[in-house]
């Protein structure tokens, strides 16, 4: 009948036609992200506004990746002939591979597709390298240059260039287009944690005697 009362939408209906305040901002938070990142994304390809750069990223990319710091720190490691400078490095080889694991886990999880101006061309990927979110160059910069900070005794103008080098090797995956900015600023954040983790869990010959008698 005309003057009847229409029916109540469905309980989802109004959520869609009333959006939380939190969920539009997260949705202008996730906007302004993915223009930005596009905007900063210089050396995505070799037509972009810095392509002439790109193999220079292409560099520095490398430089953070995580096969070559697990090869150097193990050889490193067979090679070491001091019980501290083992002791160092065993624990730089628990920190990265647990680095490793981390990333691939919320990656698993997240599951955030990698940016649309990004090309494929990475170095060395495995299956969970297709998402985005965090940045594994950006975590293991944060933790390698907290643990280098904390465990070697370098010049002042050598502590810098490692700060430099993980302020770089963060930036360079926007600019190559690998990921959006919100995946390296997780990536900066999830790494500067997981040093807490090594520091809490440390390993020397009293906690893992089994780990050292190897070497």
């Known amino acids: 009948p ?3 009362a229409a029916a109540p939408l ?3 209906d109004c959520m869609k036609l009333n959006p939380s305040f939190v969920g539009i901002a997260l949705s202008s938070l996730l906007a302004i992200d993915l223009w930005a990142s596009k905007r900063l994304g210089v050396c995505a390809g070799e037509g972009s506004a810095w392509g002439s750069a790109r193999p220079l990223m292409k560099v520095i990319e490398v430089s953070g990746h995580g096969i070559p710091w697990v090869l150097g720190t193990f050889y490193g490691l067979c090679q070491s002939d001091s019980s501290a400078a083992r002791e160092v490095l065993l624990n730089l ?3 990265l591979l647990l680095d ?4 691939a886990v919320v990656k698993g999880l997240v599951k955030r597709p990698r940016p649309t101006h990004n090309k494929m061309d990475m170095f060395v ?10 940045s594994g160059h ?12 904390r465990h070697l005794v370098l010049a002042v103008p050598l502590r810098v260039l490692v700060v430099l080098w993980a302020l770089i090797v963060s930036i360079s995956r926007v600019m190559l287009g690998r990921h959006n900015m919100t995946d390296v600023l997780f990536g900066l954040l999830l ?3 997981l040093y807490g983790v090594v520091e809490h869990c440390w390993l020397s010959p009293a906690t893992a005697p089994a780990l050292f008698a190897l070497w």
Request: aromatic residues 14%.
């Open 2 to 4: 005309g003057g009847a």
């Open 10 to 12: 469905p309980e989802e």
């Open 93 to 95: 080889l628990f920190a």
């Open 100 to 103: 490793l694991v981390m990333v």
């Open 125 to 134: 990927t495995i299956s969970v390298d297709k998402y985005s979110f965090p």
């Open 138 to 149: 950006a975590t293991r910069a944060a933790l390698v240059c907290r643990f280098v900070l």
């Open 191 to 193: 790494g500067y944690a």
